[in-house]
């Protein structure tokens, strides 16, 4: 079965900084994206980048914030996030098989990301 491992999650205080990682076991893919959910609000996406990592796409509350980039040769996707804001709380997946914004049928498990004010 193909997985999606994830970690880099934790609590950080506003204004701090995390990165996190998600690496596919058992396949590749073109796209790949992160979405991430707070309790009991919609799933959002957030990134997204193309296999080259020529193109990347963020959703508007975390532009110039946050920075998706991917190192195929470790098959590997990362998202660093800076300037972190209590808004940013929330469970966060990456996903592969999609389209930017359109996810695809494989989820990591997820990683709690926690700003304090």
């Known amino acids: 079965q193909v997985q999606l491992v994830e970690s880099g999650g934790g609590l950080v205080q506003a204004g701090g900084s995390l990165r996190l990682s998600c690496t596919p076991s058992?396949?590749?893919?073109?796209?790949m994206d992160w979405f991430r959910q707070a309790p009991g609000k919609a799933r959002e996406f957030v990134a997204a980048i193309s296999r080259s990592g020529g193109s990347s796409y963020y959703a508007d509350s975390v532009k110039g914030r946050f920075t998706i980039s991917r190192d195929n040769a470790k098959n590997t996707v990362y998202l660093q996030m800076n300037s972190l804001k209590p808004e940013d709380t929330a469970v966060y997946y990456c996903?592969?098989?999609?389209?930017?914004?359109?996810?695809?049928?494989?989820w990591g498990q997820g990683t709690q990301v926690t700003v304090s004010s």
């Open positions: 058992g396949r590749t893919f073109n796209f």
């Open positions: 996903n592969g098989g999609g389209l930017p914004g359109r996810p695809g049928d494989y």
